[in-house]
T-cell receptor, first 119, second 111 residues
């Protein structure tokens, strides 16, 4: 089974420029997440999709960040314009619920991430 | 509310045991544990559900104290491959599939 794919793996841009990241989740996984991981910290959820609908984007800086998941499969995350504090690893993850009523579980599978450096 | 992990870092010799704790100020539905090696993606270890039993994975096991809203990860007879940063992710609403991750515990296992 292929894992979560992300591209590019590395990106260096200057502040005020724009950048886009792409994610292809595991086939059949309905839920897709974008996380921001700053060096030395745990992943911070930016946005969560269920199929092609947004479930939670409460921590997404909407003045500069945007994300979409067309057709409920691939997703893109965009930053425009970038700031120095956006330097981080951007992780995409997908999950599939297992089990039934009362004992549903799920595992999040992470992609390799995109390391963004803003100079 | 971000869960609190302790300790922040631990150094072991191969074969020694370690315990990593994760505590929350909010009622928890589930706790997920992940391990991340340097420069790699986090890898799922196990999930502890409210009302569930202690889980195990080889020599790594975990418990979930619902009353205290705490989970502990136990690593016994540590191996070099156990080195990495361990994160707990907490879910407060069942069915939300939304995790809040702690800051992580860096584990180093030396020969």
């Amino acid at each position: 089974e292929a894992g979560v794919a992300q591209s590019p793996r590395y990106k260096i841009i200057e502040k005020r420029q724009s950048v886009a990241f792409w994610c292809n989740p595991i086939s059949g996984h309905a839920t897709l997440y974008w996380y921001q991981q700053i060096l030395g910290q745990g992943p911070k959820l930016l946005i969560q999709f269920q199929n092609n609908g947004v479930v939670d984007d409460s921590q997404l800086p909407k003045d500069r960040f945007s994300a979409e998941r067309l057709k409920g499969v691939d997703s893109t995350l965009k930053i425009q314009p970038a700031k120095l504090e956006d330097s981080a690893v951007y992780l995409c993850a997908s999950s599939l619920v297992k089990g039934g009523r009362g004992y549903a579980t799920y595992e999040q599978y992470f992609g390799p991430g995109t390391r963004l450096t803003v100079t | 509310q971000q869960p609190v992990q302790s300790p922040q870092a631990v150094i072991l010799r191969e074969g020694e045991d370690a315990v990593i704790n994760c505590s929350s100020s909010k009622a928890l539905y589930s706790v997920h544990w992940y391990r991340q090696k340097h420069g790699e993606a986090p890898v799922f270890l196990m999930i502890l559900l409210k009302g569930g039993e202690q889980k195990g994975h080889e020599k790594i096991s975990a418990s979930f104290n619902e009353k205290k809203q705490q989970s502990s990860l136990y690593l016994t007879a540590s191996q070099l491959s156990y080195s990495g940063t361990y994160f707990c992710g907490t879910e407060t609403q069942g069915g939300s599939e939304k995790l809040v991750f702690g800051k992580g515990t860096k584990l180093t296992v030396n020969p």
